[in-house]
């Protein structure tokens, strides 16, 4: 799908040529400036992902707000002067923090999935966005330039919840808590828990902590 | 003359006798030869920078809140601020710039600035878009030649406006424009906004004329 750009490592551009294949939904407010006659509606409950995603949404507390971005013009999009990360999705499943998010095919499907107990203990939540079928998917990767870490049977992987942005790929994902008497007394190392990835796909992560 | 970058967030100005530079208090990094500063004061003869009584009048309305020094005599000075993107725009004289106060890091002092009131500018639209976008009521106006340094949160991009081509920008996210512009508010202000599920987008400015638009990456004030 032609049409998305970048102007600079942080700004995303997508051209709308108005029919529905060019439409995209983006992370509300994250518009910075257009041409041409776009308009920008909310996309309703569940980031447009249909009723039972907006259900889950909130019930499980992963709020994903997105607009949907339809019309005929460039849209440029930014958020926080956050690095802008672009995917090609091909029928592949993106997990990614719904915060995360800045812009996605209108014909990608969002979801919520439940990632394991142990996250809640690590306030990083039990719950992650998926994003499938086929299309673009934009990410926001916060203090730098975003980090793609490889993950194969052979070599598993552990990452900081704060600075975990997405993964594509067959990856089992799991919570290592690292909770001993010393945390008790406040003398931990601040790296209590982590996430580990096993199987086969790749890690993204940015270099500032959430 | 003018500003060298030194890295995104930091800008080499050069110092001499007839080319002081004003920039934003305390925005100086490191400085060598023999460079003096000095407060811009706001009131009628103050050093004669800064554009008369009227401009003063508007900077003591406004609160003063981004007092200017100057630096003079001959050397270098490195400016900064808070980390913040710069970006730097040569002005040929043809055409002013309007920058909001607190976006801007540094100017040539030959340049003749005043401080807008946008109600003057735009009638009651213009203060209703000051205070609608919270950019504030005033702007500061440059003419001149010279160069000038603006402040980003991730840099800036600029959007070329002319003819038909109209651009629209997020209030947040606008930090300068050159040449004849027309900014207009427009509200799209419907029920969703109203029960909290709008687009994030709905209080836009429509840039219409000749002239270039300067966007920040970002939707943060500095």
Request: overall charge neutral; charged content about 15%.
């Amino acid at each position: 799908m032609a049409g998305w750009r970048l102007e600079s490592p942080r700004v995303l551009v997508v051209d709308l040529d108005g029919s529905k294949g060019s439409a995209v939904r983006a992370a509300t407010g994250s518009m910075v400036a257009y041409e041409g006659d776009v308009s920008f509606k909310n996309a309703g409950m569940g980031g447009g992902g249909g009723l039972r995603a907006a259900l889950k949404q909130r019930v499980t507390g992963e709020s994903l707000n997105l607009m949907e971005v339809t019309g005929r013009g460039t849209v440029h999009f930014a958020v926080g002067a956050g690095y802008v990360l672009v995917l090609d999705l091909a029928g592949d499943v993106l997990k990614a923090e719904s915060e995360g998010l800045l812009a996605l095919s209108d014909s990608l499907r969002t979801d919520v999935t439940f990632t394991g107990l142990q996250g809640a203990s690590s306030g990083q939540g039990l719950f992650t966005t998926t994003v499938t079928g086929h299309g673009q998917v934009a990410l926001i990767s916060l203090g730098g330039p975003p980090i793609a870490l490889r993950v194969s049977p052979a070599t598993p992987l552990v990452v900081d919840p704060d600075s975990y942005i997405g993964s594509v790929g067959r990856l089992q994902q799991s919570f290592v808590t690292d909770v001993s008497w010393r945390n008790l007394i406040g003398e931990s190392s601040g790296e209590a828990f982590s996430l580990r990835f096993e199987g086969d796909g790749v890690v993204y992560i940015q270099p500032e902590e959430r | 003359m003018g500003f060298t970058k030194v890295t995104s967030k930091v800008v080499l100005a050069e110092v001499r006798p007839g080319a002081e530079v004003l920039a934003r208090r305390g925005a100086m990094l490191a400085t060598t030869g023999q460079v003096r500063f000095s407060p811009v004061s706001a009131g009628p003869g103050g050093g004669g920078y800064g554009g008369g009584i009227a401009s003063a009048l508007g900077r003591a309305m406004q609160g003063e809140a981004v007092p200017l020094m100057v630096a003079e005599g001959s050397g270098t000075v490195h400016y900064g601020f808070r980390g913040h993107h710069v970006t730097v725009v040569e002005l040929d004289g043809s055409e002013p710039m309007s920058v909001e106060a607190d976006r801007l890091l540094a100017h040539d002092a030959s340049m003749s600035s005043s401080v807008v009131f946008l109600g003057q500018q735009g009638g009651l639209r213009g203060a209703v878009r000051g205070a609608v976008t919270g950019q504030g009521l005033f702007t500061t106006q440059l003419s001149g030649r010279g160069s000038v340094a603006l402040l980003s949160h991730g840099g800036t991009f600029a959007l070329q406006v002319g003819g038909s081509r109209q651009v629209v920008v997020d209030p947040q996210a606008y930090v300068a424009h050159t040449g004849n512009l027309r900014v207009d508010v427009s509200a799209s202000v419907g029920w969703r906004d109203a029960v909290g599920r709008g687009s994030g987008e709905a209080v836009q400015l429509k840039v219409s004329g000749q002239g270039t638009v300067y966007v920040q990456a970002s939707e943060e004030k500095l």
